[in-house]
């Protein structure tokens, strides 16, 4: 569906004139900002249906505005940026950040996955009205409000880490592939490049697990994938 509005914050010049260039070739509105603080405000003024975000920007740098973006709204937000470090990725994806691409990177590519988290989010909204419930031991899912509580605690889940689950619990017992996951996810392939993925993982296993380091939800299928324990 064309006509969402993306917001790109970056303080690189060339870059947002690149990225808007293909965006609104396929019939996105597009904001831009090129510090953090504008870029918060812009958020609660102007509500975009996804956000491009550096990480280093003046002002406040990528990470904070995540942050703040966070405490208020779900709105997508993929993180374009030099870093390339793990931990950087890590980091990205702990305070709320749904995907990563590093620069430099391909327009068709950022493209493809603004186009994807845009679907999901279109497919949330449509089964909003759908007040489900998954329940297991000691871990419960409200698919309605999108929320997790484990003994009866709530988890800080990430949109794309309840996701995540929500694949897997749908399905209790079935081996998913790394690809499979990742494709249901994220809408597209992953390329070979399963890092985020793992992150993502990684990520859930602390928040939802007793004992991260022995899973008893969500089980390691070596050399294959992933499966929920029920």
Request: net charge negative; proline share 5%; glycine share 6%.
């Amino acid at each position: 569906m064309s006509g969402e509005k993306i917001l790109i914050v970056d303080d690189e010049t060339e870059i947002v004139e690149l990225i808007t260039l293909y965006l609104e070739k396929e019939g996105y509105e597009v904001l831009s900002s090129s510090n953090g603080a504008e870029a918060v405000e812009m958020v609660q003024e102007h509500r975009p249906d996804l956000v491009i975000l550096d990480i280093l920007l003046p002002e406040l740098d990528g990470i904070e505005v995540c942050r703040q973006i966070r405490k208020h709204y779900t709105t997508p937000i993929l993180f374009l940026s030099c870093k390339s470090e793990d931990m950087d990725i890590i980091l990205g994806f702990s305070i709320g950040g749904d995907d990563y691409m590093t620069k430099p990177f391909s327009p068709g590519q950022l493209v493809a996955r603004v186009k994807a988290h845009l679907r999901r989010s279109h497919l949330l909204e449509q089964h909003k009205e759908e007040a489900q419930f998954l329940s297991f031991p000691g871990l419960e899912m409200d698919l309605l409000s999108r929320t997790v509580r484990v003994n009866g605690q709530l988890a800080p889940l990430s949109s794309k880490e309840f996701d995540l689950l929500l694949h897997l619990a749908r399905t209790p017992g079935k081996v998913l592939s790394l690809e499979q996951l990742y494709k249901m996810t994220w809408g597209v392939d992953s390329n070979g490049d399963t890092r985020t993925l793992l992150v993502h993982i990684s990520n859930l296993r602390k928040k939802i697990e007793p004992n991260p380091a022995d899973p008893q939800y969500i089980l390691t299928v070596r050399g294959i994938g992933y499966k929920f324990n029920h």
